[in-house]
């Protein structure tokens, strides 16, 4: 079983920064994928950014320039820095680590941008 712990949302002014962190425990394959992804009430959950095992990044079109994604494999730990948000990235964040077409999802941490 695979477990996700996600810490870091919370409320940040728009042009401030904060930093997302997610934890994986369990059974994790090695060559993985690990992911932050958002949602809005009444739209789809859509990826803000992703990152495998061997450092490749990609990343959503209304946060590039402005939020990085970082992992450290060694703990399982994937991190989402975002600078400068604006109040349409306010979200509930959700962390994923994934293989071979196999998700696990932590349960959402909740993002609030707004002065």
């Known amino acids: 079983q695979v477990q996700l712990v996600e810490s870091g949302g919370g409320l940040v002014q728009p042009g401030g920064s904060l930093r997302l962190s997610c934890a994986a425990y369990?059974?994790?394959?090695?060559?993985?994928?690990m992911g932050w992804y958002r949602q809005v009430p009444g739209k789809q959950r859509e990826l803000v950014a992703d990152?495998?095992?061997?450092?490749?990044?990609n990343y959503g079109d209304s946060v590039k320039g402005r939020f990085t994604i970082s992992r450290d494999s060694a703990k399982n730990t994937v991190y989402l820095q975002m600078n400068s948000p604006k109040p349409e990235d306010t979200a509930v964040y959700y962390c994923?680590?994934?293989?071979?077409?196999?998700?696990?999802w932590g349960e959402g941490t909740l993002v609030t941008v707004s002065s």
């Open positions: 994923s680590v994934g293989w071979y077409g196999m998700y696990y």
């Open positions: 369990g059974s994790i394959f090695s060559d993985n994928t």
């Open positions: 990152i495998t095992s061997a450092g490749r990044t």
